[in-house]
């Protein structure tokens, strides 16, 4: 397990970004329903810049990679160290955890899973499951997790995970979360610090309270995919990303942004990915 990474922001407050989904392949040309995800990536990423965004930090929530390739590893780090900012990335079902090794943990890209700042505590929590589309947390995970929650109990806590830990009323999405979901959300509802709770996987905004925790998942930057639907739907809505700004005082004021240039043009006839 990678050790803690201790981060500096120099700041009563932090500024959370937060990507997932990018699906990218090796060649550039490549298309996910439809829809090229480089071009898509490139597309949200060029919004945050537009839209002034200086975040203290960035989680990709998993599925990198769509094609499981080492070159599309490559182009993602390459880009996303562009932007200057420290990189923590979690692994997909979609993803080959040797590529995230071995491409996305040299200068500022990270695969810590705790990070401490000064105010906060930031978990990533790994729910990757090999050859699975739907989520585990070991127990080994599980312990780690509550193992920081009971040492850090003065830092208000957000929790980044690929799988979502609670059911979005999409009757296929549901069937592929998390599968031990309530042994991690009994863990998050026992400590009070914890304030937040993001994740990927849905391609879709989801935001649910759950008594002192806040659910949230971010859409994709490529294809969306439909919300409330029981079989795989996609959606023609625009690749986003979402911003956390974290205050010491553990309240979270979150922004939700989708590009306003790009129109993808999604197959919504295709059934699957």
Not at 141 to 150: P, R, V
Not at 209 to 215: A, E, G, H, L, T
Request: proline letters at 4%; aromatic letters at 10%.
């Amino acid at each position: 397990m990678i050790r803690s990474k201790s981060l500096f922001i120099g700041s009563s407050n932090m500024t959370i970004l937060h990507i997932s989904d990018s699906h990218l392949f090796a060649d550039a040309e490549q298309t996910l329903l439809g829809v090229n995800t480089r071009e898509s990536f490139e597309a949200v990423l060029d919004n945050v810049t537009r839209q002034g965004v200086e975040p203290d930090l960035i989680v990709m929530t998993g599925d990198i990679s769509q094609d499981y390739s080492a070159k599309s590893y490559q182009y993602f780090a390459e880009r996303i160290s562009q932007l200057n900012k420290p990189v923590f990335s979690l692994a997909g079902n979609h993803d080959e955890l040797s590529f995230l090794k071995q491409y996305l943990c040299h200068d500022n890209l990270f695969l810590n899973k705790q990070v401490i700042t000064e105010h906060w505590q930031v978990l990533l929590l790994n729910t990757h499951s090999k050859g699975q589309v739907y989520g585990v947390v070991t127990a080994d995970e599980l312990t780690w997790l509550e193992t920081c929650l009971q040492d850090n109990p003065e830092l208000p806590t957000v929790v980044f995970m690929h799988h979502h830990p609670i059911p979005i009323d999409s009757l296929w999405l549901d069937k592929i979360g998390v599968k031990n979901a309530q042994s991690v959300t009994d863990i998050l509802q026992a400590y009070p610090q914890v304030k937040l709770c993001g994740f990927g996987h849905v391609h879709q905004t989801i935001d649910v309270q759950v008594d002192n925790i806040r659910y949230l998942s971010v859409p994709s930057t490529c294809v969306q995919f439909l919300p409330q639907s029981d079989e795989f739907s996609a959606s023609e809505e625009r690749p986003g990303y979402r911003v956390y700004h974290c205050n010491r005082d553990g309240h979270i004021e979150v922004e939700t942004h989708r590009v306003s240039d790009y129109s993808p043009t999604v197959n919504l006839a295709i059934s699957g990915y």
